[in-house]
């Protein structure tokens, strides 16, 4: 597996006060302002800074070593107090409100504590994996987070789930081998990129055959490419990676002691996992993605990091948006 040069404490720093004051000034300007706004940015600037500073060089180590299983219960405790901050500051509070999201992030701790010290790819965890996918794709996000309007429902939703995640198999259940950092590696260039062109020359004559796909691109749109670009990669690209190979493919590989059993099994609950976008059941979306699982699965692989599969997914993502129409 190539070498990592990951980034540190600092330049991610840099990165995270970057996204939160850019995030702010482009909110400002859409006019949204005052304590219901405030609230909604510290909670995001929070679950965000934890997001990237677990992909930091050494800080998951050294937050395993300095707090032990108390630094996952802590850092449980600390998102369902997020929300609470959100609930309050919005003036949304309500106890069914706060029971769900306290639901969302101890249920999965009580499961993974259940396991113990067992290797990772118990019945808990696929358990735990199966339950935060659902509640991300089939919970009520915008009565969760209905401030402003409902429109951040799915980001903080994703987010709120991926700081149960890192509490659980970061912290916890102490897995090994997912990949949850920023760097990059020799080669990763040709990997990212052969990925990226091999799955277009099956997805795009594949797509276009099954009437699922047509060349559409939509140039009037071209403006908001980079918001757009950020906003799939953090908020769908990179989670989605950190679940489905960081998590799922690298358990299943695990526990059946089978590189491509676990590469092959999870592309394919990943492209069922699109079952119901566009209607249910859309069989050419589950086949196109099953397909790009692996394409994605494959970058993990060689890599060893979700940063570079998830750089893959959002550029597919993104092409996708501005390139194409879906049938």
């Not at 500073?53 to 600390?78: K, M, N, T, W």
């Not at 062109?197 to 009037?220: E, K, N, S, Y």
């Not at 960081?246 to 676990?262: F, T």
């Amino acid at each position: 597996m190539p070498a990592t040069r990951q980034i540190g404490v600092l330049p991610v720093l840099g990165w995270w006060a970057g996204l939160c004051l850019t995030g702010a000034l482009y909110a400002a300007w859409q006019g949204y302002g005052g304590r219901d706004f405030a609230a909604t940015l510290t909670v995001f600037a929070f679950f965000l800074l934890v997001m990237l500073l677990f992909a930091a060089r050494g800080v998951a180590d050294a937050l395993r070593a300095r707090f032990g299983p108390g630094g996952g219960l802590a850092l449980g405790a600390s998102a369902f107090l997020a929300y609470l901050i959100y609930g309050l500051g919005t003036n949304t509070f309500t106890l069914a409100r706060a029971g769900a999201a306290g639901c969302f992030v101890f249920v999965p701790m009580a499961l993974a504590t259940s396991a113990e010290r067992k290797p990772g790819g118990t019945w808990q965890d696929f358990l735990t994996l199966a339950g935060i996918w659902v509640a991300v794709k089939f919970g009520p996000s915008r009565w969760l987070w209905p401030y402003p309007s409902g429109r951040l429902a799915y980001v903080f939703t994703v987010l709120l789930a991926l700081q149960a995640a890192l509490a659980v198999f970061v912290m916890l259940r102490r897995v090994d081998g997912i990949g949850y950092s920023i760097g990059w590696g020799r080669h990763w260039g040709f990997f990212v990129v052969g990925s990226f062109l091999g799955f277009g020359c099956i997805a795009i004559p594949l797509g276009t055959a099954m009437h699922f796909l047509a060349f559409a691109p939509q140039w009037h749109a071209w403006g908001s490419l980079l918001f757009t670009s950020l906003g799939i990669f953090f908020f769908t690209a990179w989670p989605e990676e950190f679940l489905f190979r960081g998590l799922l493919q690298n358990m299943l590989a695990r526990s059946s002691k089978n590189d491509w059993a676990g590469w092959w099994t999870a592309s394919v609950v990943f492209g069922f996992s699109h079952i119901s976008n566009l209607g249910f059941p859309n069989w050419r979306y589950v086949i196109l993605a099953s397909i790009a699982g692996i394409f994605y699965g494959w970058t993990w692989k060689q890599t060893g990091s979700i940063f570079a599969s998830a750089i893959v997914h959002a550029l597919v993502d993104v092409a996708w948006h501005f390139l194409f129409r879906t049938g």
